[in-house]
C-alpha cells in the first residue's frame, strides 16, 4: 500500500483514473484549521508553507502541474514556444479567463504581475526567482520600472526574453510568485490587496475574519468547467491541532491543516477507523544541519564528514514518530537528481573519532548548535547534541525563534543550526531550486541563506552549465549533472543532512479524492480544486 | 419603688482569649429611671464601654460572654431576645453614640443616608419621608445649613458637627433611652462645652433617659444626676451626683477628685493614686483597690458589697 | 540678659496657604516653664516640632543660648539635638514597636556615641529605675507596657542624653488622671533634679496651670494672651482665653458658674480670618475686630492681642 | 476633582511617551534583521539594500525615532514584517476578543474573591476560613498555562463539559476566564478577607449595628463599600497583570486575540506586532488605572479632596 | 518567634515541604536513578512515544527518552536556585528602590515612581528578549531578567509602606534625638518592612518558575539539556492529552512548591510581629 504512493505511482493511478473524474459532482463544503492565523493571501507576497496552498486555489500562474504530481503542464497559458538558445519564451493565453471581478485576464496582467513581483517596493520574498528575466537589473536598481525583457504584442501574447538560458525557468511560471493578479485592484487595494485577494483560480475569497476564519467559496466562471468539486472551503484559524484532532473525530472538521501533532501522532495512527482517512505522502524536504566552513574547526572537510557519522539519524527519525526517512544526501529522494546509489555517510561514532583526530581536534570541542524552537526541533537538537557529545564535541544549543535563527545564519554567526521549522522544501521540483539559494555562493553573503557560507566556484560554474540545458534532449544529461554536482556537494559535507519528511494528512471521512490530492507535492499539503464532498455525489 | 428604664443585674462578662477567660465585669448592676442622667464613671479599662455595649449586645461573641445577669429595658431581658427583637430595640427605643465622632460615621455615605437608616429601618419610612425627618432632627442638634449637611460626608464636617450628627442619628426613632460613649472625650473644651449643652437641654426638652459614658468627673458634675464609679470592672460607689462628688465614700473616688488638677496646689506634689489598675486576669478575689488602697486592710481580701441606702459603696473601710 | 530660648516671629507655611504658625515670638528663661495652650489645629504641636526644627519654619529665628538653631546645617543640628528633647503625646506612636525598651532608651546615645555598651546598659537601667520602671523592662516590647508607663520611658528616652531643654508635647493627654498625676509629678521632680527648662503644651488648662511659671494662650496659630500663669489664670484678658476657662467643666456640681458657650466651629488655619483671628467666635467682637489684627495691650501686668481687652 | 483628574491624564501621557522610547530602544537590541525577513531566501544584496532604505533602517536612531512617533501620532503602528499587513487594523481585529477574555476574568475574579473574601471574613479563625485561604495559595501558585493545561484536561477531555478551545460562545469563554481570574481570585480573597476584618474593626461598623441593622445588612451596607476600595485599586493593575496573562491563557485555548498575536510575533520577531501591541497593552494599562483613580472617588469621597 | 511558627501547622508543612525539595535537589546525584540529560533508547515506544510511568521510569519518560523523575529532581536544582535568587535580587532592588523612593520623595523618588509606573505599563517579555539579546544565555539572565522584571512590584509595595511609616511618630522622635538618616532608614524603617519583605520573597515563586519556561522557551533561558521545571512543561505541552504526567508532574512540583513557600511567607509574617508575640 504504501509503495503505491509514491509520487510517480499517485501520478499515474490519477492518469488511469481521470474518466472518474468527469463523474464527480460538485457541491459540499470542507472545514480546515490552522493554529496559525494566515498572513497574506498576496501571491507575489506570501511565502510561508499554510498561505502556498490557499494561494494557489485562489490565483492561477501560466503553468502549473498537474494533481497530485511534479508533472509541469501549462495552465492559464493555452501553449507556449521556447527559441532554440533558450532566451525566448512566448506565451499564448486561453480564451474566457477571468478574474472573481468579472473582468477578462491580458497579457498585460501577466507582465504587470512579473513586474510587480521583481519590483523592490512589492518586497517579494520571492523577486530573485526572476533574475535570468531582461531588464531584471535596472528594475531592481531602480532605474527602470519595467522589465524590458517582457512584451505584450497583443492580449492573448507574452513574450519574455531571458539573458541566459535557464531550464527551471517553466517552474518559475508554475511558482506562486509569478501568479497572475489584476492591476487595477492591487492598485485600489494596495496594502490590503493580500487581505482581499483577486485572481483567477478555483475559488474566491467571501470573507475573512482575521484571526477566526476565512471562507472561501467556488468560482463560478472557472475555466476549468467542473472544477473545482467543492462549493464551500472554509479555514478556520487559532485551532491548536491537538484540538483539531478531537473535532475531526466528533465530525466538526474535514481536515487538520497543520497535520496531525506529533503527539498524538502515534494513537491517530493505531486507531484502526483511522485507517482509510490518513494520507501519506513524500515532500521535496530535507532536513539537515548546516555547518559554518568559514570558521573552525568546521572549516576542515574532516570534521564535517565526522559529524556527519556521528549522528544517528534512525534515532532521530523514531523521535519524530517515523515521520520521516533517514537522509543519505541533500536532495530528497522525490526530486530528480537524486542518487539513489549514494548512501552517504552511515551512522560510526568510532569513525568519526578518528576523522576528528586526524583534524587534530581528537579531543573534542565546543561549539553552538542553532535551532527553531518550536517542537520537535528542540528535541531534535538535543538528539543531535547527545550524539554529538558521544565522540567528544560539545555543543551548546541555542533555541529561538526562527527570525533570529535565521539572522544568525544569515550573518554567518552560527557554527552549526538545525535547519527544521525553516528547512528547505522546494518551492518547485528541480535540484537547482536546492542548490543556488542554500549552498551556491549567491547564499553565502551576509543576509543569504547559505548557512554553511559553503562556495564553491567550480561546482557554481558547473551548475550554472547545467542550467544552460534547456533542450528536452539535454533533461538526461542536465540532471546527470546535477547529481554529480551534489554528489561532490556530500563529499566536501558543509551540511549533515539528517532525514526526508513525510507528510500525513488527516482529513473526514466526508471528504474524497486519490490520496496523492492530500499530501499534494506542491499544493501543500492539499490541492482543494480536486477534493470532493462525499455527501455531494 | 422606683420606676425603672433599664436595670442591669449581677451581669458577669468575659472574653475568650489564647490566654484563657478574662473576666471583665464582675457583678455590674445599675439602675436608670426615665428622664434621669446616670453618669459611668471610670478609668480606661474599667469596664465602662463594655457594660454599654453590653447593653445593645454589641460585643461580638464569641470572643465576649456573659456569665450570668440580667439587663432588663421594659421588663425585657435583653439578654434573651432573638436577634430580630434585639435589632427591634437598637437605634429604635435606645440610640447610642460613641467617642470618636470621626470614625464612628462611615466614611463613604452621605450624613443625609446614615440618618435616614434608622428610620426606614425601623419606621419604613419613605425616602421623603426620612429626609424631612433627617432635616428636622439636624436643626433640633443645632446645626445650620441642614439642608446642605444632607448630602455631605463625615469628612467634610468638625468634629463637633459630626458629633452633633452622631447624636441626631441616635434620636431620630425618638428612643426612650440614650447611651453616650465619652460623646466629648475626642473634642476640644470649647466644642464639649457645646455638646454637654446640647445634650442637657435634649434630655429637659425629650425626657428621655442617657447613660452618659465618662472620664472626666467634671463632666459628671455638669450633666448627670446620679454616678456610678466603676473600677477594674466592678461599681464601687453610687449615689446622686452631689453625694459622690461631694462626699466621695471610696477611697478610690476620692483618690480620684483628689488627682484633679483643678484641686491640686501650684507648686506642690499632686496627690496621686500609686500604682497602675491591674489588667484583666489579675484580679483577684477580693477588693481589686487593695493593692494601690491607703487604707487597706486584711479583710480586703474578700469583695466587700456595695452598702448603704441611696449612696452606696463597696468598701470595707468606710461606714455607710 | 540674652534670654535662654529666644523666639522671633517664627512662622510656618505650608504650600496650599495653612498658616499652621504665624509669627510667634516668646522668650525663656534657664529652669522656667512655659505653658503653651490651645486648642486642636491652633499651631501649638507645629511649635514644638518648628522648634527643634523637626519642621523647617518658613520664617523667623530661634536661638537657644544665643546661638541661632536656624542657622545649623544638619550634621551641627543633629548634634546640638542633644541639648533639647521633646517628649511626644502619644506614647505608644512615639516607641517602636520593633525595638525594646531597653534598645530605646539606649538609641539617644547610641546614636551620639555616648559610652560603650556596658555604660549604655547602665544608663538604660538607672533611667528606669528613676522613672519608675523595673529593670526587667529593658527586654520587653511597647506593647507590653500601659500608657503611663509607656509614657515614662519616652521621658527616660528624653533625658538620656541630659538635655537642658525639654518640650513636653501633650505628654499626659492620653492618660488616665490617676496616672496623670503620677507622671506631673514625675517631671516636676525631674525638672528640680537635673535643672531642666520646659515647654508643656497642652489644651487641659488645669494641668498647664499646675505645672507652667509661664503661659502663653494659642489661637490660628498666634499667641493672643501671654504671662505669669497665675496672672493669666487668675485674671485672663482675653475673651478667648476667658472663654477656655469657663468651658472646662468643674467636678463640684454645686459650682453653679455662668457658662461663657463659644458659637461656630474649631478655627481652621487654611482659612484664616481677617482682622482678629477670633472675632467670627467673639462675645465681645466689633466692626474693628474683622478689619485691623489686634496690638498687644498689657492690661495689669501681661499682654493680650484683643482690642477690647479685660473682663 | 477636574485637577485630580488633569494631574492624572498628563502622568499617563508622560509613561505611554516612555513606553514608546523604551519600545523604540529595546527592539534595536533583538537580533532579528527585518529585511531578511521580509527579502526572503532568494534576494540579492541589492533587493536588500533597497528595502533596507524604504524602511528607513539607514537613517540614525533619533531620526528613526521620530519617523515612529510622527507614524504613531497619525494612528499609524507599522507594518508587519511577516504577516505583511498593516499592525494598526490587526491589532484592532484582535481586541474584541482579548477584552471580552479580559472582562470575563475580571467578573470571574471578582465572582471568586469578593464573596470567598467576605465569608473567610465573616467565618474568621474558623475552619471555613482557614480552608479558604490555602485554596486561595494554591489558586495563586498555580502557574497559569498548568491550570489552563489541567482545565483543559479533566473540564474538556476527560468530562467534555467544555470545548477544547476556540472562540465564539460563552462556553467557549469560561475555561479560559477561570484560568486567566483563578490566580486573581486568590489575591482577591486575601485581600477582601483583611480588608474586611479591618472594617469590620471599625467604629462606623458597631454604629450601623448600633442603629439596629441585621448583620447582612451591615456586612455589605457599610462593610463591603468600604472593603472594597483596595481591589478597586488592583482592578487598575490587573489590567497589566492581564495583558502578560494574555499571552500564555490565550495560546492554551486558541484564543483570537492580541495575546496570541504578541506570541506569535514574539516567536517570529516580527517587531511591529510586538512594539504596536506594547503600545497598545500600555494604553489599557494606563487606562485601567485611570479607571481606578475614577471608580475610587466614586466609592470613598475622601479621595477627591486629594 | 520559632515557637509560634511552628505552632502554625500551615506554615510548618511548608517548611518540610521546602527543605524536602532542598535536601533532593542538593542530592539528586545520589537519589535520581538516571543521568538526566541521557536519552534512552528503550525511553521511547518503537513509534517514539514517550513511555507513561512504570518500574523503569517512575515517573515515565520525556519525549526524547530521557527519565523524568531524574529530571524532576536536577530541575529542582534549577528551579529553586532561580527562585531564590531571582525572587531574592528582585525584592532587593524593589525593597531598596522602594525604601529611597519613599524616604526621600523629593525628585528622587518621584523619577523611581515613575519608572515603575513605566515599568508597570511594559510587558515583561520584551523586556527579557532584548535584555537577552545583550547577555549571554543561561541561568544568569534568567535570575537577571526575572529580578528587573518583579521588582516593580515590590517597590511600589515597599514605597507605599515606607511613605506611611516615614510619618511615624516614633521617626520624628528618632529624627529629635539626632539621628541620620541612614540610621532612621536601618533601625526604624527596614525592621518595619521585613514582614512584607519576606512575604513577596516567598509569593513570587510560582510566577518566577512561569517567567523562566517562557524565557528558556524563547531561548534565553536554561539552555538544553539541563533540566529546568517550567522548561520540562513547557518542551511537553502539546503532550498533555497523551502523555499527561509530561505535564502534570513537573506542574504539581511547581505548584506545590510555589504552595510552600507562599504558606512559610504567610507564617513567618505572623511569627515576625513582635506585637503579636506573647499576645492574646
Not at chain 1, 484 to 503: C, G, H, M, Y
Not at chain 3, 155 to 176: F, G
Request: aromatic share 8%; hydrophobic share 45%; charged share 20%.
Amino acid at each position: 500500500m504504501r509503495k503505491f504512493l509514491t509520487i510517480a505511482a499517485a501520478a499515474l493511478a490519477l492518469a488511469a483514473a481521470s474518466p472518474a473524474f468527469a463523474a464527480t459532482k460538485q457541491g459540499g463544503a470542507a472545514i480546515v484549521t490552522f493554529n496559525n492565523d494566515l498572513t497574506t493571501l498576496d501571491p507575489q507576497i506570501g511565502y510561508d508553507w499554510q498561505n502556498w496552498s490557499v494561494i494557489k486555489s485562489i490565483f492561477d500562474g501560466l503553468m502549473d502541474y498537474k494533481p497530485g504530481t511534479t508533472e509541469l503542464e501549462p495552465d492559464l497559458a493555452q501553449s507556449y514556444t521556447v527559441s532554440d538558445d533558450g532566451l525566448t519564451y512566448t506565451f499564448i493565453l486561453r480564451d474566457g479567463i477571468k478574474f472573481h471581478n468579472g473582468r477578462a485576464v491580458t497579457s498585460a496582467d501577466v507582465k504587470y504581475s512579473l513586474e510587480r513581483a521583481v519590483n523592490p517596493a512589492t518586497q517579494s520574498p520571492g523577486g530573485g526567482y526572476f533574475g535570468m528575466i531582461a531588464g531584471y537589473d535596472d528594475l531592481t536598481g531602480g532605474k527602470a520600472s519595467e522589465l524590458s525583457g517582457i512584451t505584450t504584442p497583443d492580449d492573448k501574447t507574452v513574450i519574455l526574453k531571458l539573458t541566459r538560458p535557464d531550464a527551471t525557468f517553466l517552474h518559475l511560471m508554475a511558482i506562486n510568485f509569478a501568479y497572475i493578479v489584476p492591476k487595477e485592484v492591487v492598485e485600489a487595494e494596495g496594502a490590503d490587496f493580500g487581505k482581499k485577494p483577486v485572481g483567477t483560480g478555483a475559488f474566491k475569497v467571501v470573507n475573512w475574519t482575521p484571526g477566526q476564519s476565512l471562507e472561501l467559496e467556488r468560482f463560478a466562471d472557472y475555466y476549468r468547467k467542473g472544477l473545482p468539486y467543492l462549493d464551500k472551503l472554509t479555514f478556520e484559524f487559532g485551532q491548536d491541532p491537538t484540538v483539531a484532532v478531537l473535532r475531526l473525530k466528533k465530525g466538526e472538521i474535514d481536515i487538520v491543516g497543520d497535520g496531525i501533532p506529533p503527539a498524538q501522532f502515534t494513537e491517530v495512527m493505531a486507531d484502526p477507523a483511522n485507517k482509510n482517512l490518513i494520507a501519506e505522502g513524500e515532500q521535496l524536504h530535507t532536513g539537515y544541519v548546516t555547518m559554518n566552513v568559514t570558521t573552525p574547526p568546521f572549516d576542515n572537510v574532516k570534521v564535517r564528514q565526522a559529524v556527519n557519522m556521528a549522528i544517528n539519524k534512525d534515532r532521530i527519525v523514531r523521535l519524530i514518530n517515523n515521520r520521516a526517512a533517514p537522509a543519505t544526501q541533500a536532495l530528497p529522494p522525490a526530486m530528480p537528481g537524486y542518487n539513489p546509489d549514494n548512501k552517504g555517510y552511515a551512522y560510526d561514532p568510532e569513525g568519526a573519532k578518528k576523522l576528528l583526530a586526524e583534524a587534530g581536534v581528537g579531543e573534542g570541542f565546543t561549539t553552538e548548535l542553532y535551532a527553531m524552537n518550536v517542537d520537535p526541533n528542540p528535541r531534535i537538537a538535543q538528539a543531535i547534541q547527545q550524539d554529538l557529545a558521544a565522540v567528544g564535541i560539545k555543543a551548546e544549543i541555542r533555541s529561538l525563534a526562527q527570525a533570529e535563527v535565521i539572522s544568525a545564519g544569515g550573518a554567518g554567526k552560527a557554527p552549526m543550526i538545525w535547519s527544521g521549522g525553516m528547512a528547505w522544501i522546494a518551492d518547485f521540483p528541480d535540484p537547482a531550486n536546492f542548490y543556488y539559494g542554500i549552498l551556491g555562493c549567491a547564499g553565502a553573503v551576509e543576509g543569504g541563506w547559505n548557512w554553511s557560507k559553503f562556495c564553491n566556484k567550480d561546482l557554481d560554474a558547473r551548475a550554472e552549465k547545467a542550467d544552460a540545458m534547456v533542450k528536452g534532449d539535454q533533461q538526461e544529461a542536465r540532471i546527470a549533472e546535477w547529481k554529480s554536482i551534489f554528489d561532490e556537494v556530500l563529499t566536501q559535507a558543509p551540511w549533515a543532512p539528517i532525514f526526508n519528511e513525510k507528510r500525513f494528512t488527516y482529513h473526514s471521512d466526508r471528504l474524497g479524492g486519490e490520496a496523492a490530492l492530500f499530501t499534494d507535492p506542491i499544493h501543500i499539503p492539499v490541492n482543494y480544486d480536486y477534493i470532493y464532498a462525499k455527501d455531494a455525489q | 419603688m422606683r420606676d425603672f428604664l433599664l436595670r442591669i443585674q449581677n451581669l458577669c462578662l468575659g472574653f475568650q482569649t489564647e490566654a484563657g477567660y478574662l473576666r471583665v465585669l464582675d457583678n455590674v448592676s445599675l439602675d436608670l429611671t426615665p428622664g434621669e442622667t446616670l453618669g459611668l464613671v471610670g478609668e480606661s479599662g474599667c469596664g465602662k464601654s463594655v457594660t454599654a455595649q453590653s447593653i445593645l449586645r454589641l460585643l461580638p461573641c464569641p470572643p465576649s460572654r456573659v456569665e450570668e445577669g440580667h439587663i432588663w429595658f421594659d421588663d425585657k431581658d435583653i439578654l434573651k431576645l432573638s436577634q430580630s427583637e434585639l435589632q427591634d430595640l437598637r437605634g429604635n427605643r435606645i440610640g447610642m453614640i460613641f467617642q470618636e465622632p470621626m470614625t464612628s460615621l462611615n466614611p463613604t455615605m452621605t450624613i443625609g443616608n446614615q440618618l435616614a437608616e434608622p428610620l426606614r429601618l425601623h419606621r419604613k419610612a419613605g425616602a421623603g419621608e426620612a429626609r424631612a425627618a433627617a432635616l428636622d432632627v439636624l436643626k433640633r442638634v443645632g446645626i445650620g445649613n441642614a439642608e446642605q449637611r444632607l448630602n455631605q460626608y463625615p469628612h467634610e464636617l468638625s468634629g463637633g458637627l459630626r458629633q452633633r450628627v452622631m447624636i441626631a442619628m441616635a434620636l431620630i426613632c425618638s428612643p426612650q433611652m440614650l447611651i453616650a460613649d465619652e460623646p466629648t472625650t475626642a473634642l476640644d473644651v470649647t466644642i464639649q462645652a457645646q455638646i454637654l449643652d446640647l445634650l442637657r437641654t435634649l434630655q429637659k426638652e425629650l425626657g428621655i433617659s442617657i447613660l452618659l459614658i465618662t472620664h472626666d468627673l467634671g463632666v459628671v458634675a455638669e450633666t448627670c444626676h446620679r454616678v456610678a464609679v466603676m473600677y477594674a470592672g466592678r461599681i464601687v460607689e453610687t449615689g446622686t451626683a452631689v453625694q459622690v462628688l461631694t462626699d466621695p465614700q471610696h477611697p478610690y473616688t476620692r483618690g480620684l477628685l483628689a488627682a484633679s488638677p483643678r484641686y491640686a496646689k501650684k507648686g506642690e506634689r499632686m496627690p496621686a493614686i500609686a500604682g497602675q489598675v491591674p489588667p484583666p486576669g489579675k484580679r483577684g478575689q477580693g477588693c481589686p483597690f487593695a493593692e494601690r488602697c491607703p487604707l487597706v486592710m486584711d479583710i480586703c481580701a474578700t469583695m466587700p458589697p456595695l452598702q448603704g441606702d441611696e449612696h452606696k459603696a463597696a468598701c470595707w473601710a468606710t461606714k455607710t | 540678659m540674652t534670654a535662654f530660648l529666644e523666639v522671633r516671629d517664627l512662622k510656618k507655611q505650608y504650600p496650599g496657604g495653612v498658616r499652621a504658625v504665624d509669627g510667634v515670638s516668646f522668650d525663656l528663661q534657664q529652669g522656667q516653664t512655659l505653658g503653651v495652650v490651645g486648642e486642636s489645629g491652633c499651631g501649638k504641636s507645629t511649635l514644638a516640632r518648628l522648634l527643634l526644627r523637626l519642621i523647617e519654619p518658613t520664617f523667623g529665628t530661634v536661638r537657644l543660648n544665643g546661638e541661632d538653631l536656624l542657622a545649623l546645617k544638619s550634621a551641627q543640628l543633629r548634634e546640638r539635638r542633644r541639648d533639647m528633647q521633646i517628649v511626644f503625646q502619644d506614647p505608644y506612636a512615639s516607641l517602636d514597636p520593633r525595638m525594646s525598651i531597653g534598645e530605646a532608651i539606649a538609641e539617644p546615645l547610641d546614636i551620639h556615641n555616648i559610652g560603650n555598651r556596658a555604660d549604655r546598659r547602665a544608663q538604660v537601667l538607672k533611667w528606669l529605675d528613676r522613672v519608675g520602671l523595673p529593670r526587667t523592662a529593658a527586654e520587653r516590647f511597647p506593647h507590653e507596657f500601659s500608657g503611663g508607663q509607656r509614657q515614662r520611658i519616652g521621658i527616660a528616652r528624653a533625658l538620656a542624653l541630659r538635655p537642658k531643654l525639654l518640650i513636653l508635647d501633650e505628654p499626659v493627654s492620653a492618660l488616665d488622671v490617676s496616672i496623670q498625676s503620677q507622671v506631673l509629678n514625675l517631671l516636676v521632680d525631674l525638672k528640680s533634679e537635673f535643672g531642666l527648662t520646659y515647654i508643656f503644651i497642652s489644651h487641659d488648662l488645669s494641668v498647664v496651670e499646675h505645672i507652667a511659671d509661664q503661659v502663653a494662650v494659642m489661637y490660628l496659630g498666634v499667641i493672643v494672651e501671654e504671662g505669669p500663669s497665675q496672672a493669666v489664670f487668675n485674671a485672663p484678658q482675653h475673651p478667648y482665653t476667658q472663654a477656655l476657662i469657663s468651658a472646662v467643666p468643674h467636678p463640684d456640681p454645686r459650682m453653679k458658674r455662668q457658662r461663657m458657650i463659644l458659637g461656630g466651629d474649631p478655627p481652621n488655619p487654611a482659612n484664616v480670618p481677617t482682622g482678629c483671628r477670633f472675632h467670627p467666635r467673639c462675645f465681645k467682637a466689633q466692626a474693628i475686630c474683622a478689619s485691623m489684627p489686634p496690638p498687644a495691650q498689657a492690661m495689669l501686668d501681661h499682654p493680650a492681642w484683643c482690642h477690647f481687652p479685660g473682663p | 476633582m477636574i485637577g485630580y483628574l488633569a494631574g492624572r491624564l498628563s502622568a499617563s501621557f508622560l509613561i505611554l511617551v516612555g513606553v514608546t522610547i523604551v519600545t523604540f530602544g529595546l527592539t534595536f537590541l533583538i537580533p532579528a534583521d527585518p529585511v531578511a525577513m521580509i527579502a526572503g531566501r532568494t534576494s540579492t544584496p541589492q533587493v536588500r539594500e533597497q528595502i533596507r532604505v524604504q524602511l528607513g533602517l539607514d537613517q540614525p536612531l533619533p531620526v528613526q525615532y521620530i519617523a515612529y512617533v510622527t507614524r504613531l501620532a497619525q494612528g499609524d503602528l507599522g507594518r508587519s514584517y511577516a504577516r505583511k499587513s498593516d499592525v494598526g487594523p490587526l491589532i484592532a481585529s484582535r481586541l474584541p476578543p482579548t477584552l471580552l477574555l479580559m472582562l470575563g476574568a475580571i467578573i470571574a475574579e471578582l465572582m471568586i474573591g469578593i464573596p470567598a473574601g467576605l465569608y473567610a471574613a465573616s467565618r474568621r479563625g474558623k475552619t471555613a476560613d482557614k480552608a479558604a485561604m490555602i485554596a486561595s495559595f494554591v489558586s495563586i501558585s498555580t502557574p497559569q498555562f498548568v491550570l489552563g493545561l489541567s482545565l483543559i484536561y479533566v473540564f474538556a477531555y476527560l468530562l467534555p463539559w467544555a470545548p477544547l478551545g476556540g472562540y465564539g460562545t460563552f462556553s467557549h469563554l469560561v475555561l479560559p476566564a477561570l484560568t486567566l481570574g483563578l490566580a486573581g481570585g486568590g489575591w482577591y480573597s486575601r485581600m477582601m478577607r483583611s480588608s474586611m476584618i479591618e472594617v469590620l474593626q471599625q467604629d462606623y461598623i458597631r454604629t450601623a449595628r448600633a442603629k439596629g441593622m441585621p448583620e447582612w445588612r451591615v456586612l455589605l451596607r457599610h462593610g463591603m463599600r468600604n472593603a472594597i476600595l483596595p481591589i478597586v485599586a488592583m482592578i487598575g493593575l490587573d489590567v497589566g497583570i492581564f495583558m502578560s496573562g494574555v499571552v500564555v491563557v490565550e495560546n492554551v485555548f486558541g484564543w483570537p486575540g492580541i495575546g496570541q498575536l504578541m506570541w506569535q510575533a514574539i516567536q517570529s520577531l516580527d517587531i511591529p506586532i510586538i512594539m504596536g501591541v506594547t503600545l497598545v497593552a500600555a494604553v489599557f494599562i494606563v487606562l485601567g488605572n485611570l479607571l481606578a483613580d475614577m471608580i475610587a472617588p466614586l466609592i470613598d469621597p475622601r479621595i477627591r479632596l486629594r | 518567634m520559632w515557637a509560634r511558627f511552628a505552632r502554625d501547622r500551615a506554615a510548618s508543612v511548608g517548611l518540610a515541604i521546602i527543605i524536602l525539595f532542598t535536601v533532593a535537589a542538593a542530592a539528586a546525584h545520589w537519589i535520581a536513578p538516571y543521568d538526566p540529560t541521557e536519552q534512552f533508547f528503550d525511553g521511547l515506544t518503537l513509534e517514539g512515544a514517550p513511555l507513561p510511568p512504570s518500574s523503569r521510569f517512575w515517573f515515565g519518560s520525556d519525549t526524547n527518552g530521557r527519565d523524568q523523575f531524574s529530571r524532576l529532581l536536577y530541575g529542582a536544582q534549577t528551579s529553586l536556585l532561580i527562585g531564590v535568587l531571582a525572587n531574592g535580587l528582585a525584592v532587593a532592588v524593589g525593597t531598596l528602590l522602594g525604601v529611597t523612593a519613599g524616604f526621600l520623595r523629593g525628585l528622587t523618588g518621584a523619577a523611581i515612581m515613575r519608572l515603575t509606573d513605566l515599568m508597570m505599563a511594559f510587558p515583561p517579555l520584551l523586556l527579557a528578549i532584548a535584555l537577552a539579546a545583550i547577555l549571554k544565555p543561561g541561568i544568569g539572565i534568567v535570575i537577571v531578567v526575572i529580578a528587573l522584571v518583579n521588582w516593580v512590584q515590590i517597590a511600589r509595595v515597599i514605597y507605599a509602606e515606607t511613605t506611611g511609616l516615614v510619618n511615624r511618630e516614633y521617626i520624628e522622635a528618632a529624627r529629635a534625638m539626632g539621628a541620620g538618616p541612614w540610621r532612621i532608614l536601618w533601625r526604624h524603617l527596614l525592621p518595619h518592612l521585613v514582614p512584607t519583605v519576606i512575604v513577596y520573597a516567598t509569593l513570587g515563586i510560582a510566577t518566577t518558575v512561569l517567567l523562566e519556561a517562557m524565557l528558556s522557551f524563547l531561548g534565553r533561558g536554561v539552555q538544553p539539556p539541563t533540566p529546568a521545571w517550567g522548561m520540562m512543561i513547557f518542551e511537553s505541552q502539546s503532550y498533555f492529552l497523551n502523555a499527561p504526567w509530561l505535564v502534570f508532574v513537573p506542574g504539581a512540583a511547581i505548584l506545590i512548591l510555589a504552595l510552600a513557600f507562599n504558606l512559610v511567607g504567610d507564617g513567618l509574617r505572623d511569627a515576625l510581629d513582635p506585637t503579636q508575640r506573647g499576645r492574646t
